[in-house]
């Protein structure tokens, strides 16, 4: 028996509603498996400024940081819009993120068999999809300086921003992407600009240095104008895409759709001392408090946090596995309800996944 200590973060919106499944599922993998899973609830976002004041409190950050895991699910909402930026529920997720410094943001892109009418590509393109993207979180453009906008002696303005990497930034990502190819189908594709861009030559320098200690993988280095272009051309072709802030926020954004449904992808933060594990989606606040939205995001989400946050692979299969027979069995929440489908609540979504683990 192994236990572990989680923080619980049901958030705004449609939050509680899809964790109260996550954590039925968490307790039926504990059930099964013979694990003890401590749940400590935290509050950041809107949920945080109602209770205490403030979007998130030094306490949360302390109680985060003394547990194994953090599973999210979103913030915001219109209620909290008109606060100064620094009081919005963003402001706590920004605060939480950097409290953990998760430098990888994990985003596996992969979709089920029964859901692949969802997409707008044609079915012989996406059949088999199944690839992660590992994207740089903490340095690159996003973070470089200098950065502003001046005022010139001409009269004219300029805005501008650096593109920068640091060696070890870009070594400690790669050792990331290599380990999680070795787990997986053995093949790392490097995202940059190296024809235009200096710190794209460093990017492809230390990438290559980093693959000398995983003979097993294959790594091949991409233009990022031509991933995004190979990401709907033939995207069956990626198993891990690696790449840095900026290349890798866009082209998340752009393989996510490729299955179509926003109600179902997970995501990470890892490399920190405390893994965070969050929905792609935010809080839907049109859907909230309706019993209609999709949980199955925040389930993979869960699955995902077993697997790279406390090392439990099995369990993160078992839990991936009761989600793709639920489909299979024709559960759809309305946010996926074709005609022909069993239309559920987001109850009833979780209690047939439960059923099935
Ligand atoms: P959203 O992802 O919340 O919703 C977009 C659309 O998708 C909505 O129509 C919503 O109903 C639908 N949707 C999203 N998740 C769903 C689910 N699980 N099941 C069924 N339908 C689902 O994005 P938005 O509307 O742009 O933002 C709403 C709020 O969420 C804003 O306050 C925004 O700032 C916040 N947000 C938070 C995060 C986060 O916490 N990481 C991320 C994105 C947006």
Same mark, same amino acid.
């Given at each position: ?5 989680? /923080?619980?973060? #049901?958030?705004?919106?449609? *939050?509680?509603?899809?964790?109260? =499944?996550?954590? *039925? ?19 950041? *976002? ?22 194994? %895991? ?17 009081? $919005? #529920? ?13 430098? %990888?943001?994990?985003? &596996?892109?992969?979709?089920? #068999? ?20 590992? @994207? ?7 973070? *470089?300086? #200098? ?18 990497? !640091?060696?070890?930034?870009?070594? $400690? ?5 290599? +380990?999680? %190819?070795?787990? @997986?189908? !053995? ?6 600009? %190296?024809?235009?861009? +200096?710190? /794209?030559?460093?990017? @492809?320098?230390?990438? /290559? ?25 033939? &995207?069956? =072709? ?31 933060a890892i490399g920190g001392d405390v893994g965070m594990f969050e929905p792609v989606h935010g809080s839907a606040p049109d859907i909230a408090g309706k019993g209609i939205a999709n949980p199955i995001g925040q389930i993979i989400t869960t699955a995902m946090m ?31 309800? $074709? ?19």
């Amino acid at each position: 028996m192994s236990e572990f200590d989680i /923080s619980i973060m #049901p958030g705004d919106g449609i *939050g509680p509603e899809i964790m109260e =499944q996550a954590l *039925g599922v968490l307790d039926k993998i504990a059930k099964k498996f013979s694990h003890k899973f401590n749940y400590k609830t935290v509050y950041i *976002g809107g949920c945080s400024i109602d209770k205490f004041g403030k979007p998130i409190t030094d306490e949360t950050i302390a109680t985060v940081l003394s547990t194994d %895991a953090l599973l999210f699910s979103s913030v915001g909402g219109e209620k909290w819009d008109n606060l100064a930026q620094d009081m $919005r #529920p963003e402001a706590g997720l920004l605060a939480i993120r950097k409290a953990i410094l998760g430098y %990888a943001n994990l985003r &596996p892109i992969k979709i089920f #068999p029964s859901m692949e009418s969802f997409s707008t590509l044609k079915p012989e393109v996406i059949s088999g999809i199944d690839m992660i993207i590992v @994207r740089e979180l903490v340095s690159g453009i996003y973070f *470089g300086e #200098p950065k502003g906008v001046v005022s010139l002696p001409d009269g004219t303005r300029k805005g501008f921003n650096t593109m920068a990497y !640091k060696d070890y930034e870009i070594e $400690r990502i790669a050792k990331i992407a290599f +380990d999680l %190819a070795q787990k @997986r189908g !053995k093949k790392v594709t490097s995202v940059d600009k %190296a024809n235009v861009l +200096d710190v /794209s030559t460093l990017w @492809r320098d230390v990438v /290559s240095e980093v693959h000398k200690d995983y003979s097993d993988v294959e790594l091949e280095f991409m233009y990022v104008d031509n991933a995004a272009m190979q990401l709907v051309r033939n &995207p069956s =072709q990626f198993d891990v895409i690696l790449a840095g802030n900026l290349f890798g926020d866009i082209l998340s954004d752009e393989a996510s759709m490729i299955t179509g449904s926003l109600g179902m992808l997970p995501s990470a933060a890892i490399g920190g001392d405390v893994g965070m594990f969050e929905p792609v989606h935010g809080s839907a606040p049109d859907i909230a408090g309706k019993g209609i939205a999709n949980p199955i995001g925040q389930i993979i989400t869960t699955a995902m946090m077993l697997r790279y946050g406390l090392n439990l692979e099995t369990e993160a299969e078992a839990v991936e596995k009761a989600v793709a027979d639920t489909l299979k069995a024709g559960y759809r929440t309305a946010d996926i309800f $074709r005609e022909s489908n069993k239309k559920v609540s987001t109850a009833q979504m979780g209690e047939a996944i439960i059923e099935r683990i």
